[in-house]
C-alpha cells in the first residue's frame, strides 16, 4: 500500500494497465511530452514512447473519433478531453459513434476506449474550464459513466473502465486532484462499475444523503459537523452515473424514510433530479418527507471570482439537511 492523492492513482493506474496491456494507448492535448495540463499523464511518455503516449491537434472531434477507430481495430485507447467544457466539441462522435457501435454492428463491433475528462469546478478558472456535464454522458445509451470521489475508488475503477469491453467515459474531478493522499494498494484491483458504496454510515440513520465526486467530501464535512444536532446520516458515493446503483439507495432510504441528493451541477434535469424520481416510484410509502437536492444555479459558471456563490458548500448543504430534518406531516 502507498498513500497517494486522486492524481496520483489515476497516473499509476495507467502505468499499471500499459505495463500489463501492449495494446492500451494514451493520448490527448498535451497528454505526451508535457504529461496533461494537470500533470495526470506525466511520465508516460518517457517510458513507453510517442507510439504509446502522444500530443493531438486541438481537435476534440478528431480525439474521440481516432479513439473510436483504434478501439474498433484492436487498440485500447484512452482518450483525454484537456477540460470539461471542450467536450462538447467532440460529443458528436462519442454519442453518434462510440456510444452505438455495438447495437448498430448487432455486436460485431465494440468500441473499448475510455475518455477522460476532468470535471467540475472548484479551481477559479474559466467557465468552459469547471462546468459539471455528467447528465450529457449519462443520457447516451450504450456509455457508460464513472465519477471517483477517492484515491482507491479511482484506480480500481480506471482498472475497470480500461478492461470493459464497451466505452467507459471517466469523469475526474478536478477540485480534489490533490487535495489529500489516501492509501491505495500497489497491485492491480477493480471496482465493477455500476455499484455504489456507503461512504459513511451512522448508528440507526434517520436520513439518507447521495451524492458523487467531489461533493461527497463537502457533504461529509457537513453531516459530520450536523450529528451533534441528532442528523444521522448513511452517505453514499454513487462512484457510477451510468449505470447508477438504485438498489443501494432503495435500501438505505427504506431504513432512513429521507433523501437528499447533492450535486455540483446545475439544478435542471441532473442526475438528482433522476434519483429523486426513481426513489419516488419505488419508495413512496417509505418516505416522511419530500426528497430534496442541493444543486448549482441555472446558470452558466462564473468567472473565477465568483465561482464559490455557485457550488454547493458545506453552509448550504448543512442548510438544506436541517430544513429537510424539521419536516413533519
Request: proline share 5%.
Amino acid at each position: 500500500m502507498a498513500e497517494m492523492t486522486l492524481l496520483q492513482a489515476i497516473n499509476t493506474g495507467l502505468f499499471e494497465q500499459m505495463r500489463k496491456d501492449k495494446t492500451v494507448v494514451v493520448f490527448g492535448e498535451d497528454a505526451g511530452f508535457e504529461g496533461g495540463v494537470f500533470r495526470v499523464t506525466a511520465g508516460l511518455q518517457k517510458e513507453f514512447g510517442e507510439l504509446r503516449c502522444f500530443d493531438t491537434p486541438i481537435s476534440e472531434a478528431g480525439i474521440v473519433g481516432s479513439a473510436i477507430g483504434m478501439a474498433m481495430n484492436g487498440l485500447k485507447p484512452i482518450a483525454e478531453m484537456q477540460f470539461d467544457g471542450f467536450m462538447f466539441n467532440g460529443f458528436n462522435q462519442l454519442a453518434v459513434h462510440a456510444a452505438r457501435m455495438r447495437n448498430r454492428s448487432r455486436g460485431r463491433f465494440t468500441v473499448p476506449m475510455v475518455l477522460r475528462v476532468p470535471m467540475g469546478g472548484g479551481i477559479r478558472a474559466l467557465e468552459h474550464h469547471s462546468e459539471a456535464i455528467e447528465t450529457l454522458f449519462a443520457h447516451i445509451p450504450g456509455l457508460k459513466v464513472v465519477y471517483p470521489s477517492t484515491p482507491y475508488d479511482a484506480k480500481g475503477l480506471l482498472a475497470s473502465a480500461i478492461q470493459d469491453p464497451d466505452p467507459v467515459v471517466y469523469l475526474e474531478p478536478k477540485k480534489i486532484y490533490r487535495a489529500f493522499k489516501q492509501e491505495v494498494p500497489e497491485t492491480e484491483y477493480l471496482i465493477p462499475i455500476g455499484k455504489a458504496k456507503v461512504f459513511y454510515a451512522a448508528k440507526d440513520p434517520n436520513l439518507t444523503v447521495v451524492s458523487w465526486g467531489a461533493m461527497v467530501h463537502d457533504t461529509f464535512k457537513a453531516v459530520k459537523a450536523l450529528e451533534a444536532e441528532g442528523v444521522r446520516v448513511e452517505l453514499i458515493d454513487l462512484r457510477s452515473i451510468a449505470p447508477i446503483d438504485y438498489q443501494t439507495i432503495y435500501a438505505s432510504v427504506r431504513k432512513t424514510g429521507r433523501l437528499i441528493v447533492v450535486q455540483e451541477a446545475i439544478k435542471t434535469l441532473g442526475v438528482a433530479s433522476e434519483i429523486i424520481t426513481r426513489v419516488t416510484e419505488n419508495c413512496f410509502l417509505s418516505l416522511e418527507a419530500a426528497p430534496a437536492r442541493v444543486t448549482s444555479p441555472d446558470i452558466t459558471v462564473p468567472l473565477a471570482r465568483g465561482e464559490y456563490h455557485h457550488v454547493p458548500d458545506v453552509k448550504r448543504i448543512s442548510y438544506e439537511i436541517k430544513k429537510l430534518m424539521s419536516f413533519k406531516f
